[in-house]
């Protein structure tokens, strides 16, 4: 078995570690200073107090500005104005991007009007795009923090900001499901950087004491965080645990809930850490890309539940974080779960700080930096293999809420509806055992097997993955080994072969007779 916490080394660009950190080593920062300093233009959205995603932007700049690169910030703007003018707004904006982010750097500017002399662009909204792809700037880049097409209903909106993906630009992006998702969808390839914690802020607290709690980050201005699923969860929690507490908090405005709970409107990061000290189990819903803060939430030692959709396997791993079926009365069954079982929710936190034990903040700018300068270095073809090769951490199956009835119902009911739920899932592991049979029995997967027992790889396999690194685990449920055999480079590598024009000609050949029509 491969080592679930394992990352991909940080290549040419890593740092000799010098702070330890819950108990790893983080790379060197400040960075050593580049050899080849580069002039970059980012086009920035109109400013928001307290925004996210404008926060990472300005790390990122930051982080390259601390490795010798020169930045420039196009703020968007009816009118255009360098960085030496006295415009009003120009002089407000630096103010703001002092207080509200503490970015203090002289290259500010007005409009997206890009002069000659920049060596890399980034785009970093879905209508900024365009703005990259027309400028005179030789290499063009995306930094992509969501899937913001999920953000609009389907219509223009939603094709439009899919159509950024098809201009060309090289996507880099927060976590590694867009990185999939892109080449998937686009045949855009481009490179990641994890989501990572400021380990200083996200830690646990050696005064803090749990409680019967869950925290949830509620944001009713977000719908991609679920604000109403969250809430009406929490909701079935409180009817079958009335002891729990339930703490709230994300937003100015607050939220309309029927059941008691605390509400602590906006935090600072303190704020939330001290709270996810206090809590038993954290929700934050994400269905388009994950928030950071799961990652936040496990680095401070808080197990997280959150719903199981393509957007959550890649990036959360099944040792820390258990995915739910997209209902209310799923996540319930999810947090439930989790409340009840003291030694698992134990499990889990210690995986949590372990999982994030080495992403810290400089470790995702480390990343970043490194794939900013291969595309500087005209080495984007190094993102085929990046991009082909993310494959997802998360391979339990949804949590569904077969315990809770989400009505009241007689004895009898509660035994048919389990008896039929049995049913159903002996159908699936039914289905699942065939499937599998059919691909572990196959000539190709067969052969390929065959190789693997060869000396010099299984030499190698059993240094790095133990003596029994070939066996299966008999416990394992068929529908679990299906998706991670499905998952595997000797499945993928197998589909990719039968999509070869030869096969596909042998083939054709092979069984012409058999593929006739009668």
């Not at 509200?100 to 920049?118: C, K, M, V």
């Not at 913001?148 to 880099?172: I, Q």
């Not at 209310?328 to 003291?342: G, P, T």
Request: contains cysteine; hydrophobic residues 40%.
């Amino acid at each position: 078995m491969t080592d679930p916490y394992r990352t991909p080394p940080l290549a040419a660009h890593t740092m000799p570690p010098t702070v330890p950190i819950l108990g790893q080593k983080a790379v060197q920062w400040p960075p050593d200073r580049t050899s080849r300093p580069a002039k970059i233009a980012w086009l920035m959205p109109p400013l928001i107090e307290g925004s996210g995603g404008h926060r990472t932007i300005l790390q990122n700049a930051q982080a390259l500005i601390d490795r010798g690169h020169e930045c420039h910030l196009f703020v968007e703007h009816p009118e255009s104005h360098g960085p030496e003018s006295d415009h009003p707004d120009l002089v407000s904006i630096r103010e703001q991007l002092d207080k509200y982010f503490g970015y203090d750097d002289p290259n500010i500017r007005l409009g997206f009007q890009i002069p000659p002399g920049f060596d890399l662009i980034f785009a970093t909204a879905w209508y900024t795009a365009a703005f990259a792809y027309w400028a005179p700037v030789p290499r063009k880049a995306y930094f992509v923090q969501d899937y913001e097409a999920m953000f609009m209903p389907m219509g223009d909106g939603y094709l439009m900001a899919e159509n950024s993906y098809r201009l060309g630009l090289t996507p880099v992006t927060i976590g590694r499901w867009l990185t999939h998702k892109l080449a998937a969808d686009f045949g855009s390839f481009g490179s990641y950087f994890d989501f990572c914690a400021d380990h200083e802020v996200y830690r646990p607290l050696p005064a803090a004491r749990r409680e019967k709690a869950v925290v949830m980050i509620c944001q009713p201005e977000k719908p991609r965080r679920c604000p109403r699923l969250g809430i009406e969860a929490l909701g079935i929690v409180k009817h079958h645990m009335p002891d729990v507490k339930i703490l709230l908090y994300g937003s100015k405005d607050r939220p309309q809930v029927w059941y008691d709970h605390e509400w602590h409107g906006l935090l600072d990061v303190r704020g939330c850490n001290e709270l996810y000290n206090r809590a038993g189990v954290g929700l934050c819903i994400s269905s388009s890309n994950p928030s950071r803060i799961p990652f936040e939430m496990m680095s401070a030692g808080l197990p997280v539940v959150d719903i199981h959709r393509e957007n959550n396997l890649y990036d959360q791993p099944d040792s820390a974080v258990l995915l739910a079926g997209p209902r209310q009365e799923d996540i319930a069954a999810a947090i439930i779960e989790v409340l009840s079982d003291d030694a698992r929710r134990e499990h889990m936190a210690i995986n949590g700080l372990k999982f994030m034990a080495h992403r810290s903040l400089e470790f995702g700018y480390m990343q970043f930096i490194q794939a900013t300068e291969r595309i500087l270095a005209g080495r984007e073809i190094d993102f085929v293999a990046i991009s082909r090769g993310v494959a997802p951490l998360y391979h339990r199956s949804a949590i569904s809420a077969a315990s809770i009835p989400a009505q009241p119902c007689s004895i009898v009911e509660e035994g048919q509806r389990a008896a039929a739920l049995a049913a159903l899932e002996a159908q699936q592991v039914l289905i699942a055992t065939r499937d599998l049979d059919a691909i572990l029995h196959s000539r190709s997967w067969r052969l390929l097997q065959s190789l693997k027992n060869l000396p010099p790889y299984a030499l190698v396999a059993r240094l790095r993955w133990g003596p029994q690194w070939d066996l299966p685990d008999p416990a394992e449920d068929p529908r679990q080994r299906l998706h991670r055999v499905r998952n595997s480079r000797t499945y993928r590598f197998i589909q990719a072969s039968k999509r070869n024009p030869v096969y596909k000609w042998y083939t054709t050949w092979k069984y012409r007779d058999t593929m006739q029509q009668p």
